[in-house]
Structure formats: C-alpha cells, structure tokens
Antibody
Framework: QVQLVESGGGVVQPGSSLRLSCAAS????????MHWVRQAPGKGLQWVAL????????YYADSVKGRFTVSRDNSKNTLYLQVNSLRAEDTAVYYC???????????WGQGTLVTVSS | SSELTQDPAVSVALGQTVRITCQGD??????ANWYRQKPGQAPVVVIH???NRPSGIPDRFSGSSSGDTASLTITGTQAEDEAVYSC???????????FGPGTKVTVL
C-alpha cells in the first residue's frame, strides 16, 4: 500500500538547521510531485513547498522561501526538506504528501515534529 | 497572497446534515479539495476536484463549488465524522497552494 514516513524532527535552538526526510513506498515515487505541509500546535495546515516529479520545478511558500530547501532522490524514493535559520514560529508537525488528483494532497505521512526553543 | 476562509466551528445533531463552506478568490479558477483531520492523526482527503469522492470515502460526503465558494456537505452525519475539516486549492499563480484554517465539526 502507499506509505509515506517522515523522520528527522526534533528539538532545536533558534537559528539551527535540520534535514527532514520522507520515505515513500507502494507507488512509483519518480512519477509524482510531492508536497511539504506543516501544522503548528493547535493551528491549521500551512502549505510549505512543492517539488515536481523530477525535481526540476520547485515552489515555496513566501514564509519559508530562502530558508527552506526541498529536494528528492528518486533512486532512494525519498523526499527531503532542509530547514535552516529556524525560528520559534517554525515549530510544527511537518507532513509530506503526494500530489494527487486536482492538486490535492493524498496520501499524507504521519508527520514529524520540529520544536524550535531556546 | 491568496487566502481561504472557513467558519471556525459548527455543530450538528447525529444523523442530520451539515454544510461547511470555504471562501476565497482562488476558488474561482481552481478546484477545491477537502480534508478530514482527527486529533493526533494526519489529514485524509474526503473530496477532491470540488465534488469527487476518493475511493473509501462514504457517499454521505459530497462537495460543490460556485464562484468563490466551495462547500462540503455531510448528509446523515455519524459520530465518527467529528473532526476538523480543511479546504485547499491552488492559489492564483497556479504554483502555490493554500489551506483554509479549518472548521471543527462537533456531532451532538
């Protein structure tokens, strides 16, 4: 079955960096664009980034542009999100999701929690 | 930047019908998708492309869209439908995406 598993989250200090990973299985990863979406504690979903199936087209939310970098390794069926210069407001559960019908995100991984705190 | 607005919360009696709306300029030219999220769980798409139900989603879920407003209707609401429902769409640029803030549905 289609499965997405995120990892790499943790508790970090402001200004730190992390690399989040999303391991995909159960589908032809190289054929699909992929999203990163985050959710701050008690808040709504916020779209972060989209990367095309081959990595040639990448789009970021204005709030993370210049600090976050999305990439993928289709040989490893893995999506990445490099998050730099972390701020308290970046504290959130970070989900990866497959781009699906009509631009929907389906399915989603279980998420990985990033906590930025001094 | 594009925004989608939703009512924060709505309540519905067991077995009754509830309609949740999502409003934003991006919906005039882009499909709306709807997600259900239960506490501690990842979102699940319940409607995509305005009115299409993915496999495995009960037919009590339906969607529609007109102008700048998309709607999700749950007919014969069940206790397990209690959750936060969020809408999303591409924004006006077509390359960015936006989510609504979510509507918490409480089943009485």
């Amino acid at each position: 079955q289609v499965q997405l598993v995120e990892s790499g989250g943790g508790v970090v200090q402001p200004g730190s960096s992390l690399r989040l990973s999303c391991a995909a299985s159960g589908f032809t990863f190289s054929s699909y664009a992929m999203h990163w979406v985050r959710q701050a504690p008690g808040k709504g979903l916020q779209w972060v980034a989209l990367i095309s199936h081959d990595g040639t087209d990448i789009y970021y939310a204005d709030s993370v542009k210049g600090r976050f970098t999305v990439s993928r390794d289709n040989s490893k069926n893995t999506l990445y999100l490099q998050v730099n210069s972390l701020r308290a407001e970046d504290t959130a559960v970070y989900y990866c999701a497959r781009d699906s019908w009509f631009g929907s995100c389906d399915p989603w991984g279980q998420g990985t929690l990033v906590t930025v705190s001094s | 930047s594009s925004e989608l607005t939703q009512d924060p919360a709505v309540s519905v009696a067991l077995g009754q019908t509830v309609r949740i709306t999502c409003q934003g300029d991006s919906l005039r030219n882009n499909y709306a998708n709807w997600y259900r999220q239960k506490p501690g769980q990842a979102p699940v798409v319940v409607i995509h492309g305005n009115n299409n139900r993915p496999s495995g989603i009960p037919d009590r879920f339906s969607g529609s869209s007109s102008g700048d407003t998309a709607s999700l209707t749950i007919t014969g609401t069940q206790a397990e439908d209690e959750a936060v429902y969020s809408c999303n769409s591409r924004d006006s640029s077509g390359h960015h995406y936006v989510f609504g803030p979510g509507t918490k549905v409480t089943v009485l």
